[in-house]
């Protein structure tokens, strides 16, 4: 039987399909994806596999295999001729059909036992076996695989490792191949390390045991590795944030910044699907919160005044996106002896205006944040500093307090005799909003 042995005529197209997966995950390889075959646009299945099974041109066999990958499982009808074509002395086009039937799905599952053939094919040239296994974690059948997964988590190669552990996971929920990936991805680095990521991105929410683990990979040196981790731990949503809070005090400055962006990712998520959904009952919306203002907003309110410029922009951005939750905890602060806290506040709050909810909307738990800013907002109002008025005005104007407009009014029509032109024109603003009984 003939094998894919025959060798590669390009070295940019000799990564062929594996880049398909990698491409999301760095530049370089997305650049070098670029030079893949490019399926022509919504062509006939039936088309392409004549094209797949009788053209003489291999490149237009390769585009063929290609171009059935892209359409998923629509490509169903084209698993007999993917499979046959894995027998190729072409590599390039054994990559493509490997990675096709992957993209295929469950529809594939015919094709495993010859996957699983050609992936022990000691003749094979090492890539093929990375995507046979990623084909077949994607397929998701178990049938006659576990055993072949379940020794290459032990295969020399690392890139073996890390595709047997997803597919493992992927045809069974085997926790040992989730395992071994964490493992991997501690100890790897450069694009072996963003594979290791991306893998368990797919897996998708992580047990505990695995983020404990997982998480000393913040402080890796390669700044696109530790933002990949800290994607995938941010995947695992509002149970992460204490854990990443506590790794802003590291003394890492990549782990801090890693941790900084995974919460953010966590916040953005949190703040639109949960906090400013209009479905979102009050009960649920504390729930919501919680994590948020008792583990992530005391982290991220001490470093307000870090000496590192780069912990303190991040520690500004991730509280500006919780809103109007920390507005209660920021306005005292403007008027700190602290200089530095001060500005550190009001540029946060700053920040802030692009994460107000629209007003329109109707959010239940949003009263009870507003009856936490009364307080702190009318004390602020009142501020000497004109700094103070400035930011507290202009929060306002995009977060009233219509059950506070009897003691609001006054102040804020005051504030419109003010020499600053942006506090006037904020507090003519609140004072549209106001309701028209107001005094």
């Known amino acids: 039987m003939l094998r894919c042995t025959g060798k590669s005529n390009s070295t940019s197209a000799a990564l062929g399909a594996a880049l398909l997966w990698l491409s999301v995950a760095c530049p370089a390889a997305r650049a070098q994806a670029a030079d893949a075959p490019t399926a022509v646009s919504a062509p006939p299945i039936a088309a392409l596999i004549s094209t797949l099974t009788s053209a003489t041109d291999t490149s237009q066999r390769r585009a063929a295999a290609y171009a059935l990958g892209q359409r998923g499982a629509e490509a169903a009808p084209a698993v007999e001729a993917l499979t046959e074509s894995l ?3 072409d590599l390039e086009l054994c990559w493509y059909a490997a990675d096709a039937l992957g993209n295929i799905g469950p529809a594939a599952a015919p094709a495993v036992e010859r996957l699983v053939a050609e992936i022990e094919n000691p003749e ?3 890539e093929f076996p990375v995507i046979g296994l990623r084909a077949v974690g994607k397929i998701g059948r178990a049938e006659g695989c576990q055993p072949l997964l379940v020794r290459m988590l032990e295969h020399k190669d690392p890139r073996r490792r890390v595709a047997a552990g997803l597919a493992l996971w992927q045809v069974s929920r085997d926790r040992r191949g989730v395992k071994l990936i964490v493992t991997e991805l501690n100890r790897a680095e450069g694009d072996l390390a963003i594979e290791a990521a991306m893998a368990l991105f797919e897996v998708g929410r992580l047990t505990d045991a695995d983020v404990d683990e997982l998480l000393p990979a913040l402080r890796k040196e390669d700044a696109d590795v530790a933002l990949a981790v800290a994607n995938v731990i941010a995947s695992g949503g509002a149970t992460m944030v204490g854990p990443l809070a ?3 005090q590291s003394p890492n400055d990549g782990e801090r910044q890693a941790a900084l962006f995974a919460l953010q990712t966590i ?6 699907s949960i906090l400013y959904e209009t479905s979102t009952s009050t009960e649920d919306f504390i729930a919501a919160a919680k994590p948020l203002m008792l583990q992530a907003a005391p982290a991220l309110l001490e470093r307000l005044t870090s000496a590192d410029e780069a ?4 520690a500004e951005l991730a509280l500006a996106k919780m809103g109007p939750l920390v507005l209660a905890k920021l306005l005292p602060l403007l008027d700190s002896t602290d200089e530095r806290l ?6 946060t709050l700053g920040r802030m205006q692009f994460y107000f909810p629209k007003r329109d909307k109707p959010l239940s738990g949003m009263a009870v944040v507003r009856r936490s800013v009364a307080k702190p907002m009318l004390l602020a109002l009142q501020s000497p500093q004109l700094a103070t008025r400035r930011s507290a005005v202009r929060s306002l104007s995009m977060f009233p307090l219509p059950e506070q407009h009897a003691q609001l009014a006054p102040l804020v029509r005051a504030l419109l005799r003010e020499n600053d032109v942006e506090v ?6 609140v004072l549209e909003q106001l309701p028209a009984e107001a005094p």
């Open 342 to 347: 001060g500005e550190a506040a009001r540029a």
């Open 267 to 272: 916040i953005d998520e949190v703040r639109e």
């Open 87 to 89: 027998a190729s002395r």
């Open 311 to 314: 912990s303190r922009v991040g």
């Open 424 to 429: 006037r024109r904020y507090a003519a603003n």
């Open 124 to 126: 094979n040239l090492d």
């Open 246 to 248: 506590a790794r802003l």
